[in-house]
């Protein structure tokens, strides 16, 4: 639209400026036109008078009646003579040479203005390519230009562009590696119940006992629920994993996750302490969610000790819900902090059979449902994850 | 999409652009008005030229006939060429009308070269050319009325500049933050400035067409005005209004160029600003040093310094509005008494100095006093005292050096007094003589006056010389010229040779007669009939001859016009004559300074409007630049009453310093004027425009304070607490 | 990715004996999609450098690169059109400019480039920043947070390269703080967006995920804490 508005208005310069010029020209010649009649008018009337001086006041009288330039009616009468207007041409020179240099100059002109413009574009094009050109091949490129046509604003977006698809491929890189590591994890996660079940199997059979078997069952339990696990990584991975969005009240929630941990709240003695709150309601899979709230709680009673609460609120603001849940154990260490959601991290005091997946777990689901998840250690000691949940 | 923000800007905040629009609509106004008027003064000049003195433009004097009129004729510019009947005696005289008179100058020559004249054969009316600007181009001293006239144009334009800048510039600093907003968001500094010029033509180019238009009709009721007041004066031909496109475009395109040039200047600087400056300039000034204004603080207290120091941080800003204030002030001012003292100065010299020495005057045309032959009819006019007929004739005679008096000696001798008015040959002096021929009764007259013996057979010497060094020409002290010894005075005659006149009596005394006497010459007065024996060898005779009338009952203007009647039909059938008459002419001539008076006052008015009105804009736009600061003030517990205590301040000392700085700078430059016409200053004091100054002085402070009140209503009505919090309070 | 970095950037005001140096060599390289938090005592420097890298002042010496750019070497134009593409600016006093709608203000920079804002671009940052019903409103009618909400909008819309943020909430209450806070946290996570944000408030730094300190003009501590 602004192109086409801009050629517009070149083409209407561009026709301003001949018109102008034309009009200078025209004046220009009319001036020399006019100096070139004045100049054979008043010679040719000095030749008449010198030859008939008692004509003097007759010329004189009809230079000025006709002011010597106006045309009579009459036929020409040189015509009749047979001359043409082209028998008195030979003062032309001058006009010509000056129609030739102007030709020439405007000429030069209009290819160098168009030779100018072309090695511009040609420039920047050049300049882009070659820019695009390192970055293809791995090195980084400068752009040292900025003005304010299109070509410029072109530049800008491919470099936004580019930056943009350095980020991803570094992410995909990241990515890359890590599924080896988590590879690794995996086999040593696998390792310790396939080690135990196979001990348990030679015990067996060289003493069956039921204790044995209780003991199998444990492992077989373990490998299961990191089969769960892992299944569920691989779906959350591939993006299989589906979500059925609804609006949950955070109270609801919070209570359907206390509830599924009551076996281990009991063994371990802790309480999971829910205050009563006004309805906030939050648009999220419920499924899913508890799942990932009970993961943080479940990490909270496990940092507990015997008779500790775990404690929970939430706070709504026009942005977001903001679950906390917190306990009054030692807290996290400090090392362990930007490392605590990764996949498979297992931190110094973490328990002997923990997997490590369970925080990951909870971090990606919440974060698929446009939410955030923070840890970080209370003032008083406890540790202290942090849900919020963007309304949009 | 620059439109986008002008255009939010200007509705969002009409207070601003009304400002400008008002400024630029008053601005054109006046510029308008003054084109209008300078243009219909010029017209009617050329108008009143052309009926007093012919249309002619050119004129051919010597011996031509009808052929060299056809060759005139035949000159390409000539439009046309006419024998000027009421001139021509023994030569013909030919005015010449041209085509495009702007080449008068090259084209009369040529004229006169072909009709192998002498260059002096060709005359311009110089008078009707320079009306239209055309000036000889050897004249070396070329009329000063239009350099005059384009100084005022420029001083008006510039003041009216200042009007619009000003509210420009108080829109635009009000606006340094936004645009530093727009900077730091990437709006690059020729984006802004073509952004505040697009704004200033959409803003100002209807007012400026409105104000055209209004100032043309503006200038058409000025010019009634004129003509209604000044229709009883004699001999006036009445100014018709018109108006010409060009002027029109002129008026525009100059107001156009006006403002564009007064929003270019604060645009430039506001587009160069970076960012940091404008985001961290929030309208607050600092004092650069310490300063305290004791005068003020002492006399007003803490308010009193607070205005003090407010107006010393702002110097610079407060300069233009100084400025233009003083320029008003001054320029009223010294116009005023400039236009009173000449008033006193022509009565002085004209008026007062002869108003007894004459009732009638008769101007008798090409006419010598030896042939004049109605003497005894003009002498025998009734109610007529006393009538004196005389010539006047250039002669020089002769003088020795010791033939000086003493008293003049004593001064250095006539050489240092007359300096190169006297010709020295030898050791002789040729002085000029005026003589003045009287008729023969009323040189005996004098005779007895003076208290010489009654006789015809010689010339009566006027003794004296003007002192110049003891006295000034307004009051001039004479001492005696020559030594009374001597019987016979030599003059030259046509051949050079001397004849010597007898001399009757020495006097210092003149006699009634409408004369001033050229300095440092020896003036002599001579009857008839010993005039008629010289005039074969003299020739110094000027062609017109005079006839001074003293009427019985002088006061009466009746009888003068009775008397004035009477000798035009003595001499009318054959004599040219023209009359004047002392009470008519008096009459006339205080109408005209009237007349005058009232056009000059309504100029000097105009001025004064002008003035008050750039200092009206500076001073609120002053006021609405400092929101911040007077929040500030009322935040740390001002009352109103303080608030207001301190505008009084401010604006008593913004109205009262230009008046102040005014008033010994016009009385120095009266002074100056005063001694250089040696008028006394008594005589100036008695009649000096003290009144209109005065009500001119208390008219700028009344607006200023009014600008005030205006604002600082404003201010104090506003939300100051939300002034103070943040910036986004229009 | 490296999006920023500086090389002994030096900073003087004044001429002679009241010469101050405000920053004296900082070497500091930011990566695209961090979230740094310049913190530092009033008079550290730290606003300094926060003009500079906007390049809204020049550095005395050293240079400074973003982008790909240098920017100590661009003139008046040049910087302005810089500033128009590659940073998105955030004050302590939201400089929203009085007289235009809020969608106006949002949407300047890309009118002073003669574009429209990308439809889908331009809603989402609107909803995001819950403004969308405001649009039409005048800045004084809003309130500081919105104001600054607004200022946030304008700072986004042109998909800059680093946004940087000049106190941002030393002029709002705790709760409206907060929520700008997590609203630039927001973007920064959804948009991957690179932020600098200086401060005086430890208790904001902490929200970030690099902390840098200065003092006296100079970097005497960097730590990543995420």
Known sequence: MTEKRNRAWMVLLILAVSLITASFSAILLNNYHLKRRFELLGTFCGEVIHARPDMEQTILELVKETDGMTLSGRQNFLQTFGYRASDFGQDGGIIFLAVGVG?????????????????????????????????????????????????????????????????????????????????????????????????????????????????????????????????????????????????????????????????????????????????????????????????????????????????????????????????????????????????????????????????????????????????????????????????? | MWKDYSKSYIKNNRAASISIMASALIATLFLSLLCSLFFNFGVYEVERIKLEEGDWQGRITGNLNENDLSVICQFANVEKAVINEDLSDEETVIDVYFQNVRTIYQDMPQIITKLELEESAAEYHSLLLSRYFINDPQDETPPLLLPFYAAVFIVVSISLILIIRNSFEISMNARIHQFG???????????????????????????????????????????????????????????VFQYHPVVFLVTFLSASLMVLFSAWIPARKLSKITPLEAIHNLGDFQLKRRKHSRVLSWIFGIEGELAGNALKARKKQLRISTISLLLSFLGFTIMLCFFTLSQISTRYTYFERYQNAWDIMVTVKNTKLTAFDRTNEVKKLSGVQNSTLYQKAEEISQMTADWQSEELMALGGIETIAGDDIVKEGEYYRINSPIIIMDDESFLEY???????????????????????????????????????????????????????????????????????????????????????????????????????????????????????????????????????????????????????????????????????????????????????????????????????????????????????????????????????????????????????????????????????????????????????????? | MEILKCNGVQKVFGKGESQVTALNGIDLSVEKGEFVAIVGASGSGKSTLLHILGSVDKPTSGSVIVDGMDIGTLNATDAAIFRRRKIGLIYQFYNLIPTLTVEKNIVMPLLLDKRKPEKKHYEAIVRTLGIQDKLKALPHQLSGGQQQRVAIARAFIYRPAILLADEPTGNLDQRNSKEIIDLLQLFHRNLKQTILLVTHDEKIALEADRIVTIEDGKIIDDQKRR
């Open chain 2, 181 to 239: 907003i727009f900077s730091s968001i990437g709006a690059t500094p020729k984006q802004i400035c073509i952004c505040l010029l697009q704004e200033a033509a959409i803003l100002c180019f209807f007012p400026i067409l409105f104000g055209s238009v209004l100032g043309i009709g503006i200038s058409y009721a000025v010019i009634e005005a004129v003509n209604f007041f000044a229709a009883d004066v004699a001999e006036r031909h009445p100014a």
């Open chain 1, 103 to 392: 030709l020439l100059i405007g000429g030069l002109l209009f290819f160098l203005a168009f030779w100018y413009w072309h090695r511009r574009s040609i420039l920047q094009i050049k300049m882009l390519t070659d820019y695009l050109e390192k970055i293809n091949t791995g090195s980084q490129g400068l752009l040292l230009e900025a003005s304010e046509d299109d070509c410029s604003k072109l530049q800008d977006e491919i470099y936004k562009t580019v930056t943009t698809l350095y980020q991803t491929r570094d992410a995909a890189i990241a990515a890359k590696n890590n599924f080896a590591d988590n590879l690794a994890n995996i086999a040593h996660q696998l390792k310790t119940p396939i080690t135990t079940l196979s001990l348990s199997v030679q015990m067996m059979e060289a003493n069956p006992s039921l204790e044995y078997i209780s003991q199998m069952k444990k492992q077989l339990s373990r490998l299961t629920h990191l089969e769960e696990a892992l299944l569920l990584l691989s779906r959350i991975d591939a993006g299989t994993l589906s979500f059925h969005r609804s609006s949950v009240d955070v109270f609801t929630l919070l209570m359907l996750a206390a509830d599924n941990l009551q076996q281990i709240l009991k063994q371990s003695g802790v309480k999971i302490d829910i205050p009563e709150m006004e309805e906030m309601k939050v648009f999220v899979d419920l499924e899913w969610t508890m799942e990932a709230i009970m993961n943080l709680m479940k990490n909270c009673v496990e940092h507990s000790e015997e008779g500790m609460t775990v404690h929970c609120s939430c706070e709504k603001n026009p942005l977001y819900v903001q679950i906390k849940i917190w306990d009054e154990g030692k807290g996290f260490l400090k090392e362990d902090i930007p490392h605590l959601f990764e996949r498979f991290y297992r931190g110094k005091s973490a328990k002997k059979d923990s997997v490590g997946i369970g925080l990951s777990i909870a971090k990606e689901i919440i974060e698929m449902q446009n939410g955030i998840l923070s840890a970080n250690n209370l003032v008083t000691g406890g540790a202290c994850f942090e849900i919020r949940l963007y309304s949009h």
């Open chain 2, 447 to 730: 005779c007895s006056q003076i208290g010489a013996s009654p006789s015809l057979e010689g010339t009566i010497v006027l003794n004296r010389i003007w002192d110049n060094l003891n006295s000034n020409f307004r009051n001039k002290q004479y001492i005696p010229f020559v030594k009374e010894d001597r019987e016979t005075v030599s003059l030259y005659t046509t051949e050079q040779t001397l004849i010597d006149v007898p001399i009757l009596a020495y006097t210092q005394e003149t006699p009634v007669l409408r004369e001033e006497y050229d300095n440092y010459t020896l003036v002599q007065f001579m009857p008839l009939s010993m005039w008629e024996n010289l005039s074969k060898q003299m020739n110094g005779e000027e062609t017109n001859m005079y006839i001074r009338i003293l009427a019985q009952d002088r006061s009466n203007l009746t009888e003068l016009s009775r008397i004035e009647t009477e000798v035009s039909q003595v001499l009318e059938q054959n004599y040219n004559m023209e009359s004047e008459n002392r009470i008519q002419e008096k009459r006339s001539n205080d109408e005209m300074i009237q007349g005058s008076q009232i056009i000059l006052g309504a100029f000097c008015g105009l001025l004064a409007v002008i003035g008050i009105a750039n200092v009206f804009s500076n001073t609120l736009g002053f006021l609405r630049q400092r929101k911040r600061e007077f929040a500030q003030y009322l935040s740390i517990g001002f009352t109103p009453a303080n608030m207001r205590k301190m505008f009084f301040i401010e604006a008593f000392v913004i109205a009262g310093r230009p008046i102040l700085i005014t008033l010994p700078l016009t009385a120095a430059v009266v002074m100056l004027m005063i001694s250089a016409s040696y008028l006394d200053p008594m005589v100036f004091w008695r009649e000096a425009p003290v009144l209109p100054i005065f009500i001119f002085a208390l008219v700028i402070v009344g607006f200023v304070s009014l600008a005030y009140y205006i604002g600082g209503k404003q201010i104090l009505e506003c939300d100051l607490n939300e002034v103070l919090k943040n910036d986004t309070v229009i």
